[in-house]
């Protein structure tokens, strides 16, 4: 099994659609969890932290269910500059340095 | 933009040569970790370097080496290239806290062995 699991879609969606993504991750040990946004060619860029229940930030709001394992990112009033690869990333806290596990990334495209 | 700088953008290399790829840290950053991303993959943990120690490798070969430097940059190595090499290698920094495990990628450094 993975460490980090993401649905690699591409998820079409229309301009003002909502669209979530989910992610599940294996360590039950992991305390950190972040969404980073990567575009085509380009270097992943930190959307946002995940911490305790989860934040919000603007049109972006990420969840943590420790329970199940999961972490799911809500896009809300989609744009066409959220297109993108939305990549689930874990620090799974058991090494004793700060190791980043990725998933492979879910692909977003909105359209007009 | 994060202040992660990254050295050259582009390089094209025979398999069996050596290549060196460097990064400058965003400023108050001591840790600098490396990832190899492959197409279409997410990125991979190669090392991590803090204070200019080794404080932490992924599942990579020891043809995969690295360097951090007094004012914390770094540098990745690699011996013996293969064409699976062939990736996007990207350095990230952080301020090596543990109340803190965010991390601020450069642009990369994208590879090609022929």
């Known amino acids: 099994r993975k460490e980090v699991e993401q649905d690699p879609g591409p998820f079409n969606v229309p301009e003002g659609a909502t669209v979530a993504f989910n992610c599940t991750y294996s360590n039950s040990a992991s305390q950190s969890f972040f969404w980073y946004r990567q575009d085509c060619r380009k270097e992943p860029k930190l959307l946002m932290s995940?911490?305790?229940s989860g934040n919000e930030d603007g049109r972006f709001t990420a969840q943590l269910n420790r329970a199940s394992q999961y972490i799911s990112l809500l896009i809300r009033d989609s744009k066409l500059s959220d297109s993108a690869t939305y990549l689930c990333?874990?620090?799974?806290?058991?090494?004793?340095?700060?190791?980043?596990?990725f998933g492979t990334g879910t692909r977003l495209l909105v359209s007009p | 933009e994060t202040g992660v700088t990254q050295s050259p953008t582009h390089l094209i290399k025979t398999r069996g040569q050596q290549v060196t790829l460097r990064c400058s840290s965003q400023s108050g950053h001591n840790t600098v970790s490396w990832y190899q991303q492959a197409l279409g993959q997410g990125p991979q943990f190669i090392f991590q370097y803090y204070r200019e120690e080794e404080n932490g490798r992924g599942n990579f070969p020891p043809r995969f080496s690295g360097l951090q430097f007094p004012n914390y940059s770094s540098e990745l190595n690699v011996n013996a290239l293969e064409l699976d090499d062939s990736a996007l290698y990207l350095c990230a920094s952080s301020d090596g806290t543990f109340e803190n495990y965010e991390q601020y990628f450069g642009p990369g450094t994208r590879l090609t062995v022929t």
């Open positions: 990333v874990v620090n799974p806290m058991n090494t004793g340095f700060q190791k980043l596990v």
């Open positions: 995940v911490y305790s």
